[in-house]
């Protein structure tokens, strides 16, 4: 079975730039999490959509920062512009939803902004 | 603010031995709680589950939980070298979110 599906694995430039990250979760999950992991802050919820609503973006830094889920296969997470303190490993996860489902996480993408 | 609370370690245990990892949690309606692995520079990776006290059982991990005391631990029989990695305890709280702690690096020395 495929897991979530991030990418790009990498992804390297220079501040001031738009960075565009994607995400397919698994099929059939109705829950997708957005996760930034820093070694200073540690593992940190972005946002969250259920059936493709966003239902929590408390979690998102700055107004820089937004999130799409156009359907069940497919998010974004966009940076505009891009700053060095965004540099971060970004995962996302999916779930079924119930409190009893755990999330299963992408590879991540790796961002370095210069 | 839900709180999520492990130690960092390093924790050192020879081959063989048993690794007894500890979170506890602020979020008296915490409903679910989760054992990840993260080995570095990879994606955190379920391993345990666990919903009502007592302990749970799967292969060479056992989870603990202690709803009363808000306490849950993973224990790992007959460790490994491979088992180094981060252990990440995550929470599901009284809504919907998991918070995870910040991780405890677990090292077993051949």
């Known amino acids: 079975d495929a897991g979530v599906i991030q990418s790009p694995r990498h992804e390297v430039t220079e501040m001031g730039q738009e960075v565009t990250l994607r995400c397919k979760p698994i099929?059939?999950?109705?829950?997708l999490f957005w996760y930034r992991q820093t070694m200073m802050r540690g593992l940190e919820l972005l946002i969250y959509?259920?059936?493709?609503?966003?239902?929590?973006d408390s979690g998102m830094p700055e107004d820089r920062f937004s999130a799409k889920m156009p359907n069940a296969s497919f998010s974004t997470l966009k940076i505009q512009p891009s700053e060095p303190r965004d540099s971060a490993v970004y995962f996302c996860?999916?779930?079924?939803?119930?409190?009893?489902?755990?999330?299963?996480f992408g590879d991540g993408t790796r961002l370095s902004i210069l | 603010q839900k709180e999520v609370e492990q130690n960092s370690g390093p924790l050192s245990v020879p081959e063989g031995a048993i690794a007894s990892l500890n979170c506890t949690y602020s979020?008296?309606?915490?409903?679910?709680f989760f054992w990840y692995r993260q080995y570095s520079g990879k994606s955190p990776e379920l391993i345990m589950s666990?919903?009502?006290?007592g302990d749970k059982e799967d292969g060479r991990f056992t989870a603990q939980l202690n709803k009363a005391s808000q306490y849950v631990s993973l224990l790992i029989r007959d460790s490994q070298p491979s088992d180094s990695a981060t252990y990440l305890c995550?929470?599901?709280?009284?809504?919907?979110?998991?918070?995870f702690g910040s991780g405890t690096r677990l090292l077993v020395r051949p």
């Open positions: 995550a929470v599901r709280d009284s809504s919907y979110k998991l918070i």
């Open positions: 996860a999916s779930s079924w939803e119930g409190a009893d489902q755990p999330q299963h």
């Open positions: 666990i919903y009502s006290n």
């Open positions: 979020d008296r309606g915490s409903q679910s």
């Open positions: 959509f259920n059936n493709n609503v966003p239902i929590d």
């Open positions: 099929s059939g999950h109705n829950s």
